[in-house]
DNA sequence: AGATAAGGTAAGGGTAATCCAAAAGT
DNA sequence: TACTTTTGGATTACCCTTACCTTATC
């Protein structure tokens, strides 16, 4: 009998798996499920494209290689002198990435046509005659546009579909209440989940075609399901949600804020934002920090933590005259953190790896308590 | 020769930078 | 009230994952 197996072997393990290993998504859950294999999703952070740019040179280097021959041995398929490794040595240089992720990325990323901006009428043009000719076949596209497979794809699909009876601008409370209708009937009236079974193309069918995919999701996540669940109310940004963004950004401890899964950010008793919302605070409240460009994490981290070192008192209450104040999603969970501080359960607050930041808004709440309004 | 793994292409799902209007602050 | 600053809504180019194949490898 060997010794059971350590953290570092268990790492190693799964480190030549997710390099080696062409797995699919299956399999990868599989792996998850039975031997607690952790794997990284979502974009690439600054340190990992660095950490691949590192590994692209090195191999280059070490095989004398020119710049063409790298970029036939991305690209090229079925060259006879091609390496098997070169995915894998690749892979072994972003832990907890799976091969087939940085294969993807790697090829976006080192793509003969970089992306161009916005696309022009001629384009369009070229595109539609292109799609009636071959059909959706978008590396064939590709070459007679000029542009990415990829973004002819997603120039198709996000506005030369409907593109005529596409509309924008202000939503109206009709077409609000039919998405509001929409979502619910294909999630929670099927017994799926609101927050993540929703399939936007088909939303955007069931619109009429009027709204586009984008258009319902980003109208969805980001205001209509926060007010259906606040009941009705849109909830405004304040200082006290600063508070606690900086306080939720420190506790993760990333090295860059790149490396930041938003999605870990938003708390169940804090959820009416979204994780985009929350990213796109967050880069406000990183641009007040003068001088942010040429600054670490750490050196903006500091002074945000300085800027934000205590809470805010709630809602100004200068003048009574402001119809009824909005209920802020701050105010519910500091009420909820006073809860969780007395009744010190465990399982109350979220499991989402930011549980340093209740202790923190606990404690600071405690010293500020004579601030607050009662 | 047939199974399985690698790799290419398309479909599906999402992020983030930007513009401008509305609300809050003074 | 008029003016300035901050916040929120909308847009859209660009990015990541999964599905479904074809091709290579054993």
């Known amino acids: 009998m060997s010794l ?3 953290e570092q072997s268990g790492n ?4 030549h798996l997710l390099a080696h290993k062409w797995l699919n998504p299956n399999k990868l859950a599989e792996l998850v499920r039975t031997e607690g294999l952790v794997y990284k999703k979502g974009k690439f952070s600054a340190i990992e494209e660095q950490q691949l740019k590192g590994a692209i040179e090195k191999y280059q280097h ?10 036939d041995l991305i690209f090229t398929k079925s060259d006879k002198t091609k390496d098997a490794t070169f995915w894998s040595e690749l892979t072994l240089a972003v832990p907890l990435r799976p091969i087939i992720a940085v294969y993807h990325h790697v090829r976006r990323s080192y793509h003969p046509m970089q992306p161009l901006g916005e696309w022009q009428p001629e384009e369009d043009k070229k595109l539609i005659q292109a799609i009636a000719d ?5 590396e064939k596209i590709s070459v007679r546009v000029s542009r990415r497979a ?7 699909r996000n506005h030369i579909v409907n593109k005529d009876i596409r509309i924008t601008g202000v939503w109206s409370k009709e077409e609000e209440q039919q998405l509001t209708q929409i979502v ?3 999630t929670v009236n099927q017994g799926k989940d609101i927050d993540n079974d929703v399939f936007w193309g088909k939303v955007s069918e069931l619109m ?9 999701r980003i109208k969805w996540t980001d205001a209509l399901s926060k007010t259906v669940k606040n009941e009705g109310q849109k909830p405004r940004w304040s200082q006290q949600d600063a508070y606690i963004l900086v306080h939720k950004v420190d506790s993760l401890n990333v090295r860059d804020d790149t490396e930041i899964d938003w999605k870990l950010i938003s708390d169940p008793d804090w959820n009416l934002w979204s994780a985009h919302t929350l990213q796109r605070r967050w880069l406000t409240l990183k641009k007040s920090v003068k001088g942010y460009e040429d600054m670490t994490h750490q050196d903006i981290m500091e002074i945000l933590r300085l800027k934000k070192a205590h809470l805010p008192t709630v809602a100004p209450p200068a003048t009574k005259k402001r119809k009824e104040r909005k209920v802020t999603s701050a105010a519910a969970v500091t009420e909820f953190d006073s809860r969780d501080s007395n009744a010190a359960t465990p399982e109350a607050g979220s499991s989402t790896g930011v549980g340093t930041f209740n202790e923190t808004l606990s404690q600071e709440k405690a010293a500020d308590e004579d601030g607050l309004d009662t």
């Open 62 to 71: 070490e095989k004398q290689i020119s710049s063409e021959q790298l970029i």
């Open 134 to 138: 071959l059909g959706q076949q978008w």
């Open 184 to 186: 619910t009937d294909m």
């Open 4 to 6: 059971p197996p350590t």
């Open 12 to 15: 190693a393990k799964h480190a």
């Open 208 to 216: 009429g075609g009027k709204r586009g995919r984008q258009q319902c």
């Open 150 to 156: 990829a973004d002819c794809r997603d120039r198709y």
